[in-house]
Each structure stands twice: as structure tokens, then as C-alpha cells.
């Protein structure tokens, strides 16, 4: 049976990017591995930036390379520019996710170039990728899409326009992140939908933040526009360590479940995933890790899709 | 302009009975004054169960009273019985809110009594009520609907049957609560469609907790079933006060937001009503209040659903 739903873990990266704390890359490594034999299929493992901004990634290599030894694993990680990119293609990572914003304040404060700069960057690197023997995935990102902290709402005709400049350049896939968590349903649908009727078959994932609360109400609107893909983090991962309770991504183990008893099939082992928070609460003993499926368990009698589609 | 969507505050019952300190009265009637004040026109303000089982309504008759002396505030209690339901005709109590479990064991061990017996209590209440001159709301509850701590699922039929003979009773509306927080979006979506399709015009409300994370997105699925009155608790109260970190209600706050800013009016004043948490704090100092809208803030060029649809 296939999975009908992949949930991707990005606590190693969007998670780990607004900690000041530097976990040791064992740790990394041993979160990964156990993340992957708990059934979670991709993992977004590092980010390709200078040290010297995000020391988090100063061990981006080592990580990649470790994590390329799991079996069956989709390793990704996050590249801003072309020099990201060559990184990436000269370890051998499997997917590469670049991003740029919709919004171009955003783009300027998070990258310090023009919107229309970094989709020229992104034609360089999709023509380098393409130019590799066995080359990754290339996957476009459109930050700030559902709303941007400097300019509020975001015209879904650019989101289009960017998804669209994208997909021409060359990306295999797309993802559409709710960068600030300023999402709700309703926009979600708008402009999932729209980014949906251009782009055809090439597949959109989805990436929430539960900031407000919304995240899993959201994942729910893209799920019913038909995403199959979504971002997520172990204990929700993320956010700003200053704002007690500001969490990060969608919590990991709550979509999974939200997922499976819906009876649609993740992949994931439940347990599994839940026996993996010790670990990570080890490496961030500061860090608050979020999660309702934690605190209150499984519900009494509660079967997971795959069994459940059996049946 | 008519609110779309009512939201109707259940922390002074459902949140109080899980909490041992005793609320003052004063305090409960300052809590109710400000958020009607709010926009929140519906308030469960207390139960009627005889105080030596729930002393933190031993103040039940001088908290109605003090609630209806409100305007235009739709002022509701709980009954477990007709006793109860008494209690509410004696005291002018614009809603009377009775409960009966769709699952036996639930119902044995929350009221001591079949549900056949439940049923048949109802009719009576409803009788009594109907004999009325100036009568009250009657809503016939259905707790367990959606999953049972005793008895895993509950079969969507016997929810269907047992929605129906409270309305042949005489409901003038249902609620079908997730009271052990085991709701999912295609379990709320079977039921709600299923009841609704057998109760015609008939009110059917939604209390959802948010035990496992997906309280919003419950929502948004009984929301999509055309379900237009749902339950929340300010700061999520509720859960168990032992456990840390069970929220009970889903967050008040950020159900308002969520559907605000889909442009789904709720006639709530998100600020006013985010005014009113430390007063909750400040009877309560030991519960923690939840809730992401509370420490993330609207977003930047928020426009509330009443100015969104007017512009």
C-alpha cells in the first residue's frame, strides 16, 4: 500500500533555525534516523546558508551525508541562492529546496535581493541541476504566500505569477508556506486552488505554522484542494525561543494523527513517532515541545489508516 | 448585519466543573458581563446539579439571575434532569440545555441511568417546558457522539436515533459534542451530515475540545456541514486540572479569529474579547490559559470579517 499523504519533518531545519542552541550532530543524526524508521518518509535535514549567519548548519555536510545512508529516506535541505545549490549537488542530496518570497519587502529583508533576482538565481540553478548526471529534485518555494509580516495580505495574482515563474524555470515541484502563520482556511483554499489550476500535475506541498491555532484547520482546507505533501516538526518545532508558546510548524505527531483517523495513510507508526520526543527534548532541554496526541494519547480503540483500510 | 456563525462561550460550566477553586460569583458575573460586552451572544453561565456534586455551582440561581439581567444576552444551564430543568423554568433561563450520552456506558456512569431512562426524563422536561407561558429554549445534548472513553466509536446510527427522539420529544435544537475530545474532520463530517440530513431546519450546534490538536479543524469540517453554532471556552478552559497541558474547550479566542478572518462574521470584537484574559487569569492564577491569537497578535493588516464584507 502507498502512502496517500507524505508529511515531511522540518525540525532540523526550520525548527532548529530560530534556536540559539547548537545541537550536536550526532543528535541530529540519531533524530533523523529514528524519525525515518518511525515511518516519516522525507526529511528537510539542513539548510545550505553561511555558517556565520545560522552557526545551527555549520555541520550541514555531515549531517547530509549521514542522513543519505538511511534507506529509503527522501533527504532534502534548504538552499537560499545557486551557491546553496552547489553544495547540495556536491554531496548529493536528493532534494533541493529553494525559496523565495511573493512578498519582495520580505524577499529584501530575508535575502537582501528583488523578487525578480532571486527567480533569475533560480533559472541559474535549475539549469545547473538539470545539467547533472543524477541530479535532485528542485523544489520552488513561495515564502510569505499566504501573508507577509511587513506588507499583510499578499495578492494571490502574484502567487500565481511566482508559482507559474517557477514551474517555467524548472522546478519539479512547488511548496507554498505560510511563512508568518498569518494563514486561515478560507485563503488557503483561494490560493491553493489558483496555484493548483496553473501548474497541473506537478505537485504542491503545504507548509503551515500554528501560530494562531489555525495550522491543522489549514492542513485540512489543502488537503481537501487535493495537497498530498506537507511540512511538519517533532513537538512542533520552532518558532521564537523569546515567546513562550509561539510555536513553530504543525506539530508532527498531531497532523499524523489528525491524518490516520481520518483514515488516511501516512506511513507513520504513532507510537514510534511519540517515543522519538524524549530524544529531542534531550538535546533542547530549554525548549517546550508542543503536541496535543502527547498529552493525551491515543483515543480507546483507535486503529491507524492502514490497519484500518484493511479491515 | 446578522452574525453568521455564533460562538457561545461553555467555560463558566464545562471549564469550571473540571477545576476545583471555587470561582467567586462576582467574578463569574464580571467574566459573563464583558464578554457579552464582546460580541458573544450566547453564554452556557452555569449547571444545575445539586451542589454537594459540583460546588463550583453552588452559586447556579445568583449567577442566572445576574446573567439576565444582561441585554440581549442569550442566557443558557445545563441540566442533567428535570429536576435540574426546574431549577431553570423557576429561574427564567433563556436555554435549557440538557445532555444524555449516545454511549450506554457513558451514560451509566455520568448519570447513573440508561439512556432509555434519559430519554424518557427528556420527555418529561419537555412537557413541563412546553406547559409554559413564556417557555425557554430547549436543546437536547448528545455527548459521546463523537467517540467514547468507555466504549472506543460509537456508531453514527445510534447518534442518528437518538437525534431524532429527542427531537420527536420535542428539541428545539441539538448540540452533538466531542466530549472526550476523540473528533476527527471525516468523523465530524459523517456524523453532522448524517444528523443533519434527518432533523431538517433544525439547529444543530458542535462543542468540540481540543484534547489532540484538532479542535479547529473540527470545526471547519462541521462549518463546511453547515453547522453554524459552536462551543469554545476563553483561554481554553477545561481539561483535566491534573493534567498539564489537556485544554479543554476549543480556544474562544482563536475560533473567533479563525473565523474572522475567513470573513465569517461572528459579531465578536477580537480585542475586546482578548482584553478579558486576565480577569480569567486573575481568578484563576494557577490554570494556564491557552490559545495562539492571545500570544501571537492579529496580523498585520487584519481586517475583522464586519469590515471585510462592508468594504
Redesign the interface.
Known amino acids: 500500500m502507498t502512502r496517500e499523504v507524505t508529511l515531511r519533518e522540518v525540525g532540523l531545519r526550520d525548527g532548529l533555525q530560530s534556536i540559539a542552541t547548537f545541537v550536536p550532530t550526532a543528535d541530529k543524526l540519531a533524530w533523523i534516523r529514528q524519525e525515518a524508521a518511525a515511518g516519516v518518509a522525507e526529511i528537510e535535514v539542513t539548510s545550505y546558508v553561511p555558517p556565520k549567519l545560522l552557526p545551527q548548519f555549520v555541520d550541514a555536510a555531515e549531517v547530509t551525508l549521514g542522513a543519505l545512508q538511511i534507506p529509503d529516506l527522501m533527504v532534502a535541505a534548504l538552499v537560499p541562492n545557486t551557491r546553496g545549490a552547489q553544495r547540495g549537488l556536491e554531496l548529493g542530496v536528493h532534494k533541493i529546496n529553494f525559496v523565495m518570497s511573493v512578498s519582495e519587502t520580505h524577499n529584501m529583508k530575508n535575502v537582501r535581493r528583488s523578487r525578480e533576482d532571486s527567480l533569475a538565481d533560480f533559472r541559474t540553478m535549475a539549469q545547473l541541476v538539470r545539467e547533472q548526471a543524477s541530479r535532485p529534485i528542485l523544489c520552488g518555494g513561495l515564502a510569505t504566500a499566504l501573508?507577509?509580516?511587513?506588507?499583510?495580505?499578499v495578492p494571490v495574482d502574484d502567487v500565481v505569477r511566482y508559482a507559474v515563474a517557477l514551474v517555467e524555470a524548472g522546478a519539479d515541484e512547488l511548496i507554498v508556506p505560510d511563512t508568518?502563520?498569518?494563514a486561515?482556511?478560507?485563503?488557503v483554499r483561494r490560493v491553493f486552488k489558483a496555484v493548483l489550476a496553473e501548474v497541473g500535475d506537478l505537485p504542491v506541498a503545504a507548509h503551515f505554522h500554528?501560530?494562531?491555532?489555525?495550522g491543522?484547520?489549514n492542513?485540512?482546507?489543502a488537503l481537501d484542494c487535493g495537497v498530498r505533501a506537507f511540512d511538519a516538526s517533532l513537538g512542533g518545532l520552532g518558532g521564537c525561543p523569546f515567546?513562550?508558546?509561539?510555536?513553530g510548524n504543525i506539530?508532527m505527531e498531531?497532523a499524523a494523527?489528525?491524518l490516520e483517523?481520518?483514515?488516511?495513510d501516512t506511513g507513520i507508526d504513532l507510537d514510534a513517532l511519540l517515543a522519538l520526543r524524549p530524544l529531542l527534548q534531550a538535546a533542547l532541554p530549554d525548549v517546550t515541545l508542543y503536541?496535543?496526541?502527547a498529552?493525551?494519547g491515543l483515543?480507546?480503540?483507535?486503529v491507524a489508516a492502514r490497519a484500518a483500510l484493511a479491515a
Open positions: 501573508g507577509c509580516s511587513y506588507e499583510g495580505d508568518v502563520g498569518y486561515n482556511p478560507a485563503l500554528d501560530t494562531r491555532g489555525t491543522l484547520a492542513l485540512l482546507a515567546a513562550p508558546g509561539a510555536t506539530v498531531d494523527y489528525m483517523s481520518m483514515g488516511v503536541g496535543g496526541l498529552r493525551a483515543p480507546r480503540g483507535f
